[in-house]
């Protein structure tokens, strides 16, 4: 096979491997030091907010971040109770057949042992090669393993720890990010801050300063030389194209995206090198295909409306994006219902799975876990392997498509989501009727569309008839799974 080169027409060659399209579902764990209060996502940047919820915590909980910074509380993780090969075996059972790892999250503290970063896992706190472990737990279970970078904003997003507070007994101390022993941690972004403005929002999600970039490179290279992985995933667009309120609109002409492009060709020729053939996926978030076909469209927290005629992904998770104390979790059936919505629609799922400081999972994390594999051993038929039918499904309801919501849906029992493989198609009652009477009533069958025979997914043979294409089910008082419940219908030739 030959290899890509660096550019887009190249790169836009690209096509899925069948190892994704298979898999449906995979975890990730979205894990590292910012863990260690349980107070949420972006605590690395927060901690800097004064004011911020964050920031209070910090303060009133470990000190001042002029005298007790991120460089302190980094020391805190270690990851004591961290057992990757138990954890695998959790996640597998509850249906993931990839595995993704964070690498490094916005807070530069690399969860593998960098040479380019003296501020790493094996050196600090856990004193572990995090991405090794899991990568050695991922391959005993026979699993796609990935990565996730979001070193790419770093640079602004963490100009906050330059400033100082304006208020109360520490105004005008600056913040220890300043502190000229820690620059290569905290980064010489001054051009990123400005005493005066409001700091609250990342103004630049990516820099324009060509020495970061080059940084960012030589760090996506050693990642991919150290652990080959089968994913990689940017938290942004294709690095390093501007976004602005309107979204992603630098065009693909533009300098800027080459260390972008460097990066995911590196990635697919290593996998060319390794297999004989790409294997590689990688991830990023600008929705414009001239972009996002160098990969695979990555949607955080969200979806798509409709049938995608290529591959894509939502990222999501179970709570917040760090442990946080104060979330609500999902529950099991709104993960589901997700899962099945994204997979009509030819999407996958990569679903964050919250741990503890400590490496560990909570009670309820492990009862979401235990309730998605008792649902999968009994639905899985119809969503591995899969492909979506000719429309995703039918009824009265349909996801809320709107920015970071995901609220979980008053189903009907009109509402149905379809896979199909070979010449079954799997019809997922989204909310099946129940009581000794309940029928499923599917209507998206055409009269040309003989029905051979109809399987309730872990239950008895059912009665069923078609009339003009219109399928009806007579199903049992008891279903199979208190969630949703799929039928499995062969169509003839």
Not at 117 to 138: M, Y
Not at 446 to 464: A, D, F, N, Q
Request: glycine residues 10%; charged residues 25%.
């Amino acid at each position: 096979m030959n290899k890509f080169e660096a550019n887009f027409e190249s790169l836009r060659t690209y096509r899925c491997p069948g190892w994704f399209r298979d898999a449906k579902l995979g975890f990730w764990s979205h894990w590292g030091p910012q863990s260690v209060p349980m107070y949420g996502d972006w605590y690395a940047r927060n901690m800097y907010l004064e004011g911020s919820d964050q920031y209070l915590y910090h303060l009133r909980h470990y000190g001042h971040p002029s005298r007790f910074g991120y460089k302190d509380l980094i020391r805190l993780w270690k990851a004591e109770k961290f057992e990757p090969d138990a954890l695998m075996d959790l996640y597998y059972k509850a249906g993931a057949r990839y595995f993704v790892a964070q690498a490094m999250h916005h807070d530069h503290f690399f969860n593998f042992p960098s040479k380019l970063n003296r501020f790493n896992s094996v050196r600090i706190g856990p004193e572990k090669d995090i991405c090794g472990l899991w990568k050695k737990a991922a391959d005993n279970f026979h699993l796609p393993f990935g990565l996730t970078e979001h070193l790419g904003a770093t640079f602004s997003w963490w100009n906050v720890n330059k400033g100082a507070d304006k208020y109360g007994p520490c105004a005008g101390v600056p913040y220890d990010g300043n502190d000229p022993e820690y620059r290569d941690f905290y980064l010489d972004n001054y051009e990123h801050y400005t005493k005066d403005e409001d700091m609250g929002r990342v103004k630049e999600w990516y820099t324009s300063n060509a020495g970061y970039h080059a940084y960012w490179l030589s760090v996506m290279k050693e990642l991919i030389d150290l652990y080959a992985p089968d994913l990689l995933y940017s938290d942004g667009g294709l690095p390093f194209g501007s976004r602005g309120p309107d979204g992603y609109t630098l065009p693909d002409t533009d300098p800027a995206y080459q260390w972008g492009l460097e990066a995911v060709s590196y990635l697919y020729n290593k996998s060319i090198e390794r297999y004989g053939e790409n294997r590689a996926v990688y991830n990023q978030k600008d929705r414009r295909p001239e972009i996002f076909r160098v990969g695979i469209l990555d949607i955080e927290k969200s979806q798509l409306p409709g049938i995608n005629p290529e591959p894509w992904q939502t990222d999501t998770c179970i709570g917040n994006w760090f442990y946080d104390v104060r979330q609500k979790f999902k529950k099991p059936g709104h993960i589901i219902d997700m899962l099945i919505d994204i997979i009509s629609k030819n999407g996958t799922m990569l679903l964050n799975i919250l741990q503890r400081p400590d490496g560990s999972i909570d009670e309820e994390t492990r009862y979401i876990l235990q309730e998605l594999a008792s649902w999968i051993a009994v639905c899985g038929e119809g969503v591995y392997g899969t492909r979506p039918w000719r429309i995703p499904g039918e009824g009265y309801s349909s996801v809320l498509i709107k920015g970071f919501k995901e609220e979980a849906v008053n189903w009907t029992e009109t509402d149905f989501r379809f896979t199909t493989r070979g010449k079954t198609v799997y019809a997922f009652m989204m909310k099946a009727p129940g009581g000794e009477n309940g029928v499923a009533v599917i209507r998206s069958f055409t009269p040309g569309e003989k029905i051979v025979s109809v399987r309730l997914l872990g239950g008895e043979p059912p009665e069923w008839k078609q009339n003009f294409g219109v399928l009806t089910v007579k199903l049992p008082p008891r279903l199979p799974t208190s969630y949703t419940n799929c039928l499995a219908v062969e169509l003839g030739a």
